[in-house]
Every structure is written in structure tokens, then in C-alpha cells.
């Protein structure tokens, strides 16, 4: 199983916090965001932002970074300071 978890807006948008997928045919952060895209119209509405930010293990990755089960990936907005 690969454990995702949402934060920010995003967490809110999609009214959950963190869910786990099993790790058939997943091989890459796209593909557990296509996974999680193909829950519905909610789901595709907040992962469809290009700017969205994820993380392996709590190191920032790009979306064509391998995972395997045991990951933890992230997904959250830009940070923005100030």
C-alpha cells in the first residue's frame, strides 16, 4: 500500500485527509495521481492544477518519481511567503 496524504486547500477541496492505495499497477506519482483523478469530478477538479506540489517521504519529487509500497506521497499547493 502507498499511504497519500492532502494538506492546505487541497485537504479541504477534497474533504480528506489522507486515504492509502494498493500499489497495483502504480509505479510512478503520475500514476497515483491518475488513480486518485479517476475517483470523480471532485478529485479531477483539485489534481488538475499543473502547479501542484508532491513529495515522497517527505522529499520534494517530480511527478515521474518511481514509489513503491511502504511511500508516503504528499500533494499540496505552492507555498507562498511573505
Do not use: Y
Not at 20 to 25: A, G, K, M, V, Y
Not at 31 to 54: M, R, Y
Not at 65 to 82: L, N, Q, R, W, Y
Amino acid at each position: 500500500m502507498i499511504k497519500v496524504v492532502f494538506f492546505a486547500a487541497l485537504r479541504e477541496q477534497l474533504q480528506c485527509s489522507e486515504l492509502s492505495l494498493p500499489t497495483d499497477n502504480i509505479k510512478t506519482i503520475n500514476d497515483v495521481k491518475n488513480q486518485l483523478i479517476n475517483k470523480g469530478e471532485q478529485w479531477q477538479s483539485a489534481l488538475a492544477n499543473t502547479s501542484l506540489l508532491a513529495a515522497v517521504n517527505h522529499d520534494m519529487v517530480d511527478s515521474n518519481t518511481a514509489v513503491k509500497s511502504g511511500d508516503e506521497v504528499a500533494f499540496f499547493p505552492p507555498v507562498t511567503g511573505g
